[in-house]
């Protein structure tokens, strides 16, 4: 229960920082505001270590594969994706087309095994389950 509640507020959090990341674009471009999220996220990141777990940093070194380390990098193309998205579609189009995007992706992760992920087998139900997420993004859509 506890893991459902962390990713209901997960998504609450992405929802908002993608609107107000937006409005920053507004006034100061894409890649400042871009440079500014990433900026506070290192210093609340820091903050969060100083005061809970204190693990080296020189433990990255021994993180093995290491393309896992991207994740910045990736953060960054991430937060360039959601303002766009959603000053073209809105908040709502946006999220819903990015939170199918990532089930979707997230599953063909699990079925092929890819990144070290324990390979799940096929299940015919999750597949309609994603046909329906898209037809209800289409629906949503439709006007």
């Known amino acids: 229960m506890l893991g459902v509640i962390i990713a209901l507020i997960s998504g ?3 929802s908002v920082q993608g ?14 505001c871009n440079c500014f999220v990433q900026f506070t996220a290192l210093i609340a990141g820091l903050v969060m ?8 940093f020189m433990n990255l070194s021994k993180v093995s594969p290491k393309y896992v380390l991207l994740g910045g990098i990736i953060g960054t193309a991430i937060t360039y994706t ?21 089930v979707m992706v997230a599953y063909l992760i699990e079925l092929m095994g890819l990144f ?3 390979q799940a087998e096929f299940q015919m139900r999750k597949l309609v389950g994603a046909a ?11 006007e």
């Open 132 to 142: 329906l997420a898209i037809g209800g993004i289409i629906l949503f859509k439709w």
């Open 12 to 14: 609450l959090l992405m």
């Open 82 to 102: 959601v303002i766009k998205s959603m000053d073209s579609l809105g908040p709502a189009r946006a999220v819903m087309i990015i939170v199918i995007s990532q």
């Open 19 to 32: 609107v107000f990341n937006t409005d920053v674009t507004k006034v100061t471009g894409i890649w400042v």
């Open 116 to 118: 070290g992920v324990q």
């Open 49 to 56: 270590w100083y005061f809970t777990d204190r693990q080296s």
